[in-house]
């Protein structure tokens, strides 16, 4: 079946360092592949998506490319805030399916 | 501010009783998504509905329903509530049900079972 694998946490990383939040998938075909971001007490926010391989979804200097080759989604950040403290959420779309199949969701935590 | 509205933001209830989440989807969209999200089980999909009728299901129990109504709302009724319903329940919505569409999630409702 399908199936999304990602690094638990919790991340702690102190201000202005790298991130990376790995995410591999299990799939047939060509999912589509999303990112997205749970602040504190909130909902979740589309982050950034890529729709087919070596694609490369960005936005608000969070990046993560499509490797079909390695079937992953790694997410990376050159240099993390305070604010980007959230849980990160990894999720495919299958080919022929309908619902989003999530991760279990990293906790990243920058500190000062 | 996603555009996806969810009411109540908050419920407690007992073991037992029955509970009816409403879901707003974005203007324009067709497609209602409902998932929950729970501390052993992480983000599980319950149910799809497009343009009025059922979808897809999921990891739904029989205790639960849904639907969505002519003006695309959509309700989540769940019924004979136990402990373990305790959970944040999302309802997503997008524009048609491709798979390259984004699901846009409301804040959630927070159910608690006592």
Redo the contacts between chains.
Sequence with gaps: GNSVTQMEGPVTLSEEAFLTINCTYTATGY??L?W?VQYPG?????LL?A?KADDKGSNKGFEATYRKETTSFHLEKGSVQVSDSAVY?CAL???S?????????TSLLVTP | DSGVTQTPKHLITATGQRVTLRCSPRSGDLSVYWYQQSLDQGLQFLIQYYNGEERAKGNILERFSAQQFPDLHSELNLSSLELGDSALYFCASSVRDFREETQYFGPGTRLLVL
């Design positions: 999912p589509s999303f997205y909130e909902g979740l926010q589309l998506k729709t959420f779309r299958p080919n399916g309908y619902a989003l199949n999530f991760g279990k969701g």
